[in-house]
């Protein structure tokens, strides 16, 4: 195998690892804050809420990821009458893919929370929304910190789907590459080796992370 190509092209597999976890940090962040409002709508007692969270999530989990990066990428423009770039476009299809599945995380992370916290918060006098707030999220969290962090290695796996619609990222790099030197596998080995050292680092922050709440309780 030669990889003398890396020479000339390093620095475009260093612009797709880039934009590769700009598109996974913005995704996760984004959809943990609507996958809150999913999963505190899931366990709402109005039914409109409700029925409206669980249609959404089961719609999205029940979709390819690559159908609904179609839909956002066509559908938005014909929605708002305005072009987006391709970044953003990618963005909103994977934050509303992971938000779906970061919705049933965080709702299950709730639910493992024992009924009597939320009864002693009641009883102090906080309101609902005031305990959810500062007593029974931050607990959920923690204990579903493993699962959000499994999610981020997903969404940062899935998001080579983006180079479909043109998107600059670590597949799209190697399939230029390989179009431009005419080798058909030594990019593709470059462009695993890259996804396998961010997915490898983020596991071991997060279990870094593990260990220090673990040491704090």
Known sequence: MDFSFLTRYYTMYLTGARNTILLALFSVLLGVIFGI????????????????AASYIEFVRGTPLLVQLY??????????????????AGI???????AAYIAEIIRA???SIDKGQMEAARSLG????????????????KN????????????????????IIGIYDIMRTANIVRGNTYRPFEPLIVAAIMYFIITFTLSNLMRMAERRLRTGD
């Open 144 to 163: 579903i910190l493993p699962a959000l962090g499994n999610e981020f290695i997903v969404v940062i796996k899935e998001s080579a789907i983006v180079s």
């Open 71 to 88: 839909i956002i990428y066509y559908g938005l423009p014909q929605v708002t009458g305005m072009r987006f770039p391709d970044l953003f």
């Open 37 to 52: 409002a999913l999963a505190l709508m899931r366990l709402s007692k109005n039914p409109i809420l409700k029925g409206f």
């Open 109 to 111: 992370g709730i639910l």
């Open 126 to 141: 906080m309101p609902y929304n005031m305990a959810m707030k500062h007593i029974i999220i931050p607990q959920a969290f």
């Open 92 to 98: 909103i299809a994977l934050t509303f893919n992971s």
